[in-house]
């Protein structure tokens, strides 16, 4: 079986997990999705990481009769519930169209399924790659939390800000947001390859994640097994669930994909 796991950082960690257990599995990532449509060729599975990173090579898809799953993730499911106006509304119908002909799709939660109304798919994370989230020594002055926001709507800019007016004598580091934000205590790294996420981590002592939505709760386990203390909604957390690690989840993967792949053509 070859598959080609289209989407951004995670796709590569899938890919690498699959090929730990004996699958010919590459990744793909959105920047060079049309430099050669040759790379869906000869494939079993195309494997969508993010419902709106696979838009993108979905015409490549169909063209080639392809078939391919969507694993959808907590943006994926915000931007879908709300879509309701506009060219939000055009895009959704799309988003709609891919779900309905994917041969399988893959909810990291079911709040997410809920959440957009499918009674199919499947409940199944996607696996941390505990090589590269271990504990790491650091040598310098850490700084007290790390917190990410990439969107202030769902990750709640005025909570961590307030605490930082409240907690002068704390550092912190607020990830992913790209604006500007004018007090001492408070650093902004509106970004930060995903590979480089471990070393980002072995500088702080805390994670801390307040949401009003959260359907991909990947960074307070990768954070935990880098040795932070990790608050999330107000609750500590302090074990990684059996469902996220690679052993438990890929063999259940590998088994759908074999399925889908030995089904007739699309």
């Known amino acids: 079986m070859k598959v080609l796991f289209v989407g951004t950082g995670n796709a590569s960690i899938l890919a690498n997990q699959f090929r730990y257990y004996g699958i010919d599995a590459h990744a793909l990532l959105p920047s060079r999705l049309f430099s050669n449509p040759f790379h869906f060729t000869g494939l079993d599975v195309v494997y969508g990481v993010y419902l709106m990173d696979f838009c993108s090579s979905y015409p490549i898809v169909k063209w080639l009769k392809k078939k391919y799953v969507i694993h959808v993730i907590g943006s994926d499911a915000f931007r879908y519930e709300r879509a309701r106006r506009g060219l939000d509304r055009i895009r959704k119908k799309l988003w709609k169209l891919i779900l309905n002909q994917s041969q399988e799709i893959f909810f990291v939660t079911r709040e997410l399924k809920e959440a957009m109304g499918f009674k199919g798919g499947k409940i199944i994370p996607i696996p941390i790659d505990t090589e590269k989230f271990e504990k790491q020594e650091y040598k310098g002055e850490k700084r007290d939390i790390l917190y ?68 991909y709760p990947k960074m307070p386990y990768e954070a935990l097994l880098c040795g932070l203390d990790v608050m999330w909604n107000g609750q500590k957390i302090t074990r990684v669930p059996s469902e996220m690690l690679m052993e438990n989840t890929v063999p259940k993967l590998i088994s759908v994909l074999k399925e889908v792949s030995d089904k007739n053509p699309a």
């Open 148 to 215: 990410y926001c990439p969107d202030p709507r769902i990750y709640r800019l005025d909570w961590i800000l307030n605490y930082a007016e409240e907690h002068p004598n704390e550092t912190i580091t607020i990830l992913g947001y790209k604006g500007v934000v004018s007090m001492p205590n408070v650093e902004i790294r509106s970004f930060i390859p995903y590979d480089d996420m471990p070393s980002l981590y072995a500088k702080h002592r805390r994670l801390i994640r307040m949401t009003i939505h959260d359907g």
